[in-house]
Nanobody, 116 residues
Framework: QVRPLESGGGSVQAGESLTLSCTAP????????LDWYRQAAGKEREWVSR???????TYDDSVKGRFSTSRDKVKDTFYLQMTTLKPEDTAMYYC??????????WGQGTQVTVSS
């Protein structure tokens, strides 16, 4: 099974923007929903956002109005556009499919570090 693969993480200053990518072969054809999660060092993993198979998007309150999730169906690539980043956004970010079959798989994560 081909697993999702995140990229685009890095180090930025507070207030800046960053866009993460999640390449997930087969997710478009299998009508997968895609979640983004994050986990700060020493903390529990938390849900960030969801883009449903029909592109309906929802967000955790902590990122609502600052983050936006979308996808390129042709490329089987999902995006998490992050703006007005805060130090508390610092975490390892993961994408995870939802929907059964090949959808139910985690990526390995990409690190985002925001300094004040």
């Amino acid at each position: 099974q081909v697993r999702p693969l995140e990229s685009g993480g890095g180090s930025v200053q507070a207030g800046e923007s960053l866009t993460l990518s999640c390449t997930a072969p087969g997710f478009t054809s299998n009508l997968c929903t895609l979640d983004w999660y994050r986990q700060a060092a020493g903390k529990e993993r938390e849900w960030v956002s969801r883009i449903r198979w029909d592109d309906y998007a929802t967000y955790d309150d902590s990122v609502k109005g600052r983050f936006s999730t979308s996808r390129d169906k042709v490329k089987d690539t999902f995006y998490l556009q992050m703006t007005t980043l805060k130090p508390e956004d610092t975490a390892m970010y993961y994408c995870k499919g939802v929907g059964g079959g090949i959808c139910d798989a985690w990526g390995q994560g990409t690190q985002v570090t925001v300094s004040s």
